[in-house]
T-cell receptor, first 117, second 116 residues
């Protein structure tokens, strides 16, 4: 079974540019999450999709961030325009079914390291 | 408010030493879940364990063991006879009782370096 895959693994962009991160969850996983770790700090929740619907986007920092999951498969996270404080590692995670069934824990991807200069 | 504190930023040990990673949490929920994840140099977060707030039984899995104590709001992780492959960043995390989400509250992580 393929794991959660994220692309690109690294991205270096200039302030003001646009970047789009992609996440392919494990096949069949309805739940998809985005998290972010700013250098040296805790990993913070950004948002949660159930299939194609946004279940919880309370962690999205501002309207420069746009997440989509068309068709309930892969998801994209666009940052436009990027600012210096957006630098960090963006993690995607997926889980199967209702997450209250904790026999199916979150599966994380390798993350995308974003550097805004 | 929910919070997870991992006071140890970095720990260095020599192979075969035992090491304990501390995790202290804060929550007002009576039902909650605690997790440990490992982030090896390759970058992905690897699930290690989940504990429910109503199950304080300690758990052992090979060289790994976890000590959950509600009285001190702690969920510490011990690696016995550490190995170089244990070198990684370890994250403790907390989740509330809502069954519809895996919105985790993470600590800042502890970087463990095991030297040969």
């Amino acid at each position: 079974e393929a794991g959660v895959t994220q692309f690109p693994s690294h991205s270096v962009i200039e302030k003001g540019q646009t970047v789009t991160l992609r996440c392919d969850p494990i096949s069949g996983h309805d739940n998809l999450y985005w998290y972010r770790r700013v250098m040296g700090k805790e990993i913070k929740f950004l948002l949660h999709f159930v299939k194609e619907s946004k279940q919880d986007e309370s962690g999205m920092p501002n309207n420069r961030f746009l997440a989509e999951r068309t068709g309930g498969t892969y998801s994209t996270l666009k940052v436009q325009p990027a600012e210096l404080e957006d630098s960090g590692v963006y993690f995607c995670a997926s889980s199967q079914g209702v997450t209250g069934d904790q026999n199916s824990p979150l599966h994380f991807g390798n993350g995308t390291r974003l550097t805004v200069t | 408010a929910q919070k997870v504190t991992q006071a140890q930023t970095e720990i260095s040990v020599v192979e075969k030493e035992d090491v304990t990673l501390d995790c202290v949490y804060e929550t007002r929920d009576t039902t909650y879940y605690l997790f440990w994840y490992k982030q090896p140099p390759s970058g992905e977060l690897v699930f290690l364990i989940r504990r429910n707030s109503f199950d304080e039984q300690n758990e052992i899995s090979g060289r790994y063991s976890w000590n959950f104590q509600k009285s001190t709001s702690s969920f510490n992780f011990t690696i016995t006879a550490s190995q170089v492959v244990d070198s990684a960043v370890y994250f403790c995390a907390l989740r509330g009782p809502n069954y519809n989400t895996d919105k985790l509250i993470f600590g800042t992580g502890t970087r463990l370096q095991v030297f040969p």
